[in-house]
């Protein structure tokens, strides 16, 4: 089945250590997702890439880097985490973007705490 | 810029009882609105979407949800809850502008034997 895979479902890291976040996807969709969802919240978005255009929002943390070194895979790399960076980071795609909304496939998450 | 408002945070209900969550929506165009649900620790999924056509849409779970336009709302029903539904259920709207996906705050719902 296509879909959209997330590894580790868990990941345990140390204040400032730094860590990377993967996000794979079968659906060949040409934008990919990274969300922040903290405790009791809605997911929020940190940026996207359009094929290999990076997209920031304008109040993710600098800490916050991605990389998309091909159509299938995207990371999430954390240069330094707090502690409070600990959240679920669920990755996302969609076919594509333009003139009518296409809908997003979200992973199962990876669930980060820092220690 | 769209939004959405869930206005409650919390909703408990007894097993086999209905349930209505209730979703309100800011949205200057057609919206394409969305029902995901969430279990403790888990990622999202897909419980229903409406794009156009049919304002009544039957999603998974025995879940169903009605756009009203005049409302502006998107409120999930079920007619009888099990225990397994419990979880955090966030209604979302998607803008084709940056194909973006604007979410509720979330609604918790808790079920009572």
């Known amino acids: 089945d296509a879909m959209v895979i997330q590894n580790p479902r868990y990941q345990v890291t140390q204040f400032g250590k730094p860590v990377t976040l993967s996000c794979s996807q079968t659906l060949n969709h040409n934008v990919m997702y990274w969300y922040q969802q903290k405790s009791s919240q809605a997911p929020k978005l940190l940026f996207h890439y359009y094929d290999k255009d990076f997209n920031n929002e304008a109040d993710t943390p600098d800490n916050f880097q991605s990389r998309r070194p091909n159509t299938s895979f995207c990371f999430l790399d954390i240069r330094s985490p707090g502690l409070g960076d600990a959240a679920m980071y669920l990755c996302?795609?969609?076919?594509?973007?333009?003139?009518?909304?296409?809908?997003?496939?979200f992973g199962p998450g990876t669930r980060l705490t820092v220690l | 810029a769209q939004s959405v408002t869930q206005p409650d945070i919390h909703i408990t209900v007894s097993e086999g009882a209905s349930l209505e969550l209730r979703c309100n929506y800011s949205?200057?165009?057609?919206?394409?609105l969305f029902w995901y649900v969430q279990s403790p620790g888990q990622g999202l999924q897909l419980l229903l979407k409406?794009?156009?056509?049919?304002?009544l849409v039957q999603g998974i779970k025995g879940f169903e949800a009605e756009f009203k336009r005049s409302q502006s709302s998107f409120n999930l029903r079920k007619p009888s809850v099990h225990w397994s539904d419990a979880a955090e259920y966030f209604c979302?709207?998607?803008?084709?502008?940056?194909?973006?996906?604007?979410f509720g705050g979330g609604t918790r719902l808790m079920v009572k034997p």
């Open positions: 979302a709207v998607g803008e084709y502008a940056g194909n973006m996906l604007t």
């Open positions: 409406y794009f156009s056509g049919d304002t």
């Open positions: 949205y200057g165009a057609t919206p394409y």
């Open positions: 996302a795609t969609s076919r594509d973007r333009g003139t009518t909304y296409n809908e997003q496939f």
